[in-house]
C-alpha cells in the first residue's frame, strides 16, 4: 500500500498567525512531494513540487515567502503558510510519489485552514 | 487555455445505470498520463485509474475504464452499474513531462456525480 497522512486535519488561526501543515508518507520513501490548494466547490491547483534535500519548485503566481516548503527527510515535507490572511482560507491536500514511478500519486486526506 | 475541461459541472444518474464523465485535455507534450479521481464530501482524493499517452489499450479497473481517443485528445471515464457510493466530485487531471522534472497534476473542474436510487 501506500498511505500518506496530513496533520492537522483541521486548523483555525487568526490573521497574521503562522501555520505549519506537515505531509507524511507512511509506508514509503517519497523523494518528490506536491503541494495542492483546493477553494470551496473548485478544483486543485498545484502550489508547489516538493523535492527532498533542495529548495521546492513553485507554480507561476504562489508567493514562495508566503507559503514555506521544507522537505527535510524522505517521509516529510511541511508546507507553513506564514502571516496567514482570511483570503489564504482553503482546503490544503499534499500528495506523494513513489520513487521510479508515474502513474499514480497518492493524496494525503488534506489539510482545512480557515483563518480568522 | 484549459488544460483539462470538464464540461459536465453536474450529473444525475440512476442507480445500476452505466455512466460516462467527459475530459478533454491539451498538451504539445507527446508523453503524458491522464489520471481520474473521485473526491467524496470526506475531501479525500481517491485514484481511480490512469492512462498513459503511449498506452495501446485503455486502462480499465473494475468497473472503471477509461475510453481514451488520443487524436481526439479525450479520455473519458466509464462507470458501470452505478451504485449509490459513487456519488462524489470527479476529477480528470494531466501530468505532463515538464522542464525539470517537475510532474505535479493539471486538474480540471470536475463533475458532481449523483447517483440516484
Redesign the interface.
Known sequence: GAVVSQHPSRVICKSGTSVKIECRSLDFQAT?M?W?RQFPK?????MA?SNEGSKA?Y?QGVEKDKFLINHASLTLSTLTVTSAHPEDSS?Y?C?A?KPGE??????G??T?LTVL | AQKITQTQPGMFVQEKEAVTLDCTYDTSDPSY?L?W?KQPS????I?LI?Q?SYDQQNATEGRYSLNFQKARKSANLVISASQLGDSAMY?C?M?EAKR?G?????????THLIIQP
Open positions: 518528490t506536491f495542492y473548485q478544483s486543485l491547483m498545484l513540487t519548485t507554480e482546503f491536500i500528495s510519489r508515474y502513474n499514480e500519486q497518492f493524496f486526506p488534506g482545512r | 498520463g489520471f479521481y470526506s475531501g479525500e482524493m485514484f490512469y498513459g476529477f487531471a501530468r525539470g517537475a510532474d505535479g497534476l493539471t486538474f480540471g473542474k470536475g
